[in-house]
T-cell receptor
Framework: AQKVTQAQTEISVVEKEDVTLDCVYETRDTTYYLFWYKQPPSGELVFLIRRNSFDEQNEISGRYSWNFQKSTSSFNFTITASQVVDSAVYFCALRGSGGSNYKLTFGKGTLLTVNP | EAGVAQSPRYKIIEKRQSVAFWCNPISGHATLYWYQQILGQGPKLLIQFQNNGVVDDSQLPKDRFSAERLKGVDSTLKIQPAKLEDSAVYLC?????????????FGSGTRLTVV
């Protein structure tokens, strides 16, 4: 069974602060894929990043960065110099390598509120 | 490319009534998913189609939910009869058959309120 845990239910920061969203996953697959999605108040799920289990290189994209550590089964997401527009629910998700079953298993999400 | 289209955007029904949602995936995406997102939770997969066939419907409450994918393109999800606990956002997603790109695109969802 696959499981994604986002222990932080809600985080509130002041604009320009850095914030890290935690994600811990469980899977028995040796090959798997991790994702982060953003869900703004409008409701759509916006894709942010996908990482493969065999590529532990951390990634930076503008103000966003991701820290993938297989040793601790974690895939944390950091927003640097947060902005009000970053306010949203952020989901971490996991896809295993089970044949043609490509389903995503989501965490419960972290509500990020960035205050001006 | 055009995104995943869903309709209606919102729906309010009384319990025990029936309701249907429609999804048109991205052209060429063989895999289509229906997810249920209850308020305060992450999306949960209800059913996955690969072309016309069902790959995974293990979490679909089959006594009241049904889904079909016509000709491997559009899909409908039906609830009959609805219960209060079915109030949720129903998200449709599709994914590329290109194994190098495990991208999923989600629609805007249908927000269902059962009263």
């Amino acid at each position: 069974a696959q499981k994604v845990t986002q222990a932080q239910t809600e985080i509130s920061v002041v604009e320009k602060e850095d914030v890290t969203l935690d994600c811990v996953y469980e899977t028995r697959d040796t090959t798997y894929y991790l994702f982060w999605y953003k869900q703004p108040p409008s409701g759509e799920l916006v894709f942010l990043i996908r990482r493969n289990s065999f590529d532990e290189q951390n990634e930076i994209s503008g103000r966003y960065s991701w820290n993938f550590q297989k040793s601790t089964s974690s895939f944390n997401f950091t927003i640097t110099a947060s902005q009000v527009v970053d306010s949203a629910v952020y989901f971490c998700a996991l896809r295993g390598s089970g044949g043609s079953n490509y389903k995503l298993t989501f965490g419960k999400g972290t509500l990020l509120t960035v205050n001006p | 490319e055009a995104g995943v289209a869903q309709s209606p955007r919102y729906k309010i029904i009384e319990k025990r009534q029936s309701v249907a949602f429609w999804c048109n995936p991205i052209s060429g995406h063989a895999t289509l998913y229906w997810y249920q997102q209850i308020l305060g939770q992450g999306p949960k997969l209800l059913i996955q189609f690969q072309n016309n066939g069902v790959v995974d419907d293990s979490q679909l409450p089959k006594d009241r939910f049904s889904a079909e994918r016509l000709k491997g393109v559009d899909s409908t999800l039906k609830i009959q009869p609805a219960k209060l606990e079915d109030s949720a956002v129903y998200l449709c997603a599709s994914s590329s058959p290109d194994r190098r790109v495990y991208g999923y695109t989600f629609g805007s969802g249908t927000r269902l309120t059962v009263v």
